[in-house]
């Protein structure tokens, strides 16, 4: 069975960093796309940075140049370096993968981490 552990997450004040992992463990094939998003309190999921099997990365407006997200594909885990951080960027933070589970199986299927609270105090 295919699953995401996030770890990383806390209580931090406004300016502070922290840095999430997520874990994919579990037999899979290849990995794909890998991402993080984010839900707020009473708001819709949304994405925050997602990046490619050639490190190719891309990142919502309001996190560009403060958020860095990086993947080892060795150890088929990915990461958000999150610095200078925000009251607004609190909210629980989702990990995203996309793989194939074997060779036979052409088809790619989509993973979620169970979510990790970042709450920012200002």
């Known amino acids: 069975q295919v699953q995401l552990v996030e770890s990383g997450g806390g209580l931090v004040q406004a300016g502070g960093s922290l840095r999430l992992s997520c874990a994919v463990s579990g037999t899979v094939f290849s990995i794909n796309g890998m991402g993080w998003y984010r839900q707020a309190p009473g708001k819709q999921r949304e994405l925050v940075a997602t990046?490619?099997?050639?490190?190719?990365?891309v990142y919502a407006d309001s996190v560009k140049g403060r958020f860095t997200i990086s993947r080892d594909n060795a150890k088929n885990t990915v990461y958000l370096q999150m610095n200078s951080l925000k009251p607004e960027d609190t909210g629980v933070y989702f990990c995203?993968?996309?793989?194939?589970?074997?060779?036979?199986?052409?088809?790619?299927?989509?993973?979620w981490g169970q979510g990790a609270q970042v709450t920012v105090s200002s």
């Open positions: 990046v490619t099997t050639s490190d190719s990365a």
């Open positions: 995203n993968a996309n793989a194939r589970r074997s060779s036979f199986d052409s088809f790619i299927w989509n993973y």
